[in-house]
Nanobody
Framework: QLQLVESGGGLVQPGGSLRLSCAAS????????IGWFRQAPGKEREGVSC????????NYADSVKGRFIISRDNAKNTVYLHMDSLKPEDTAIYYC?????????????????WGQGTQVTVSS
C-alpha cells in the first residue's frame, strides 16, 4: 500500500522553528518530485515548496522564500521541510505529496499521492 505520512507539526510561537517530515512506505520516493502544500481554515490549498527527485531543483512560494528549506534523504525515503521565522499566517494543515512526473511544480494537480497532513499552529 502506497502511503505518505507527515510528522513534526505542533504549536510554536511566532519567530520559532519546526521541521516537518514526510515518510513514504510501500514505494520509494527516489523517482518522484515531492511537494509540500498547506491549507488554512477557510482558504484554498496552496503549494509551499517542492523538490525534484535528484535534489537538483527546488521551488518555493514567495510567502516562504528565505524562511523555509526543503530537503530530502532518499536513503531514508523521507523529505523534510525546515521552517524558520514562523508567522501566524503560516498556521495551516501541511501536506506532502508525490509527483511521478518529477515536475517540481507548486500546482496540486500534478501530485498523485498525498499524506493525511500535520497541523502547524503559530501563536503566542
Amino acid at each position: 500500500q502506497l502511503q505518505l505520512v507527515e510528522s513534526g507539526g505542533g504549536l510554536v510561537q511566532p519567530g520559532g522553528s519546526l521541521r516537518l517530515s514526510c515518510a513514504a512506505s510501500g514505494f520509494t520516493l527516489d523517482y518522484y518530485a515531492i511537494g509540500w502544500f498547506r491549507q488554512a481554515p477557510g482558504k484554498e490549498r496552496e503549494g509551499v515548496s517542492c523538490i525534484s527527485s535528484g535534489r537538483e531543483t527546488t521551488n518555493y512560494a514567495d510567502s516562504v522564500k528565505g524562511r523555509f528549506i526543503i530537503s530530502r534523504d532518499n536513503a531514508k525515503n523521507t523529505v523534510y521541510l525546515h521552517m524558520d521565522s514562523l508567522k501566524p499566517e503560516d498556521t495551516a494543515i501541511y501536506y506532502c505529496a508525490a509527483d511521478p512526473g518529477n515536475r517540481v511544480a507548486l500546482e496540486s494537480q500534478f501530485y498523485h499521492y498525498w499524506g493525511q497532513g500535520t497541523q502547524v499552529t503559530v501563536s503566542s
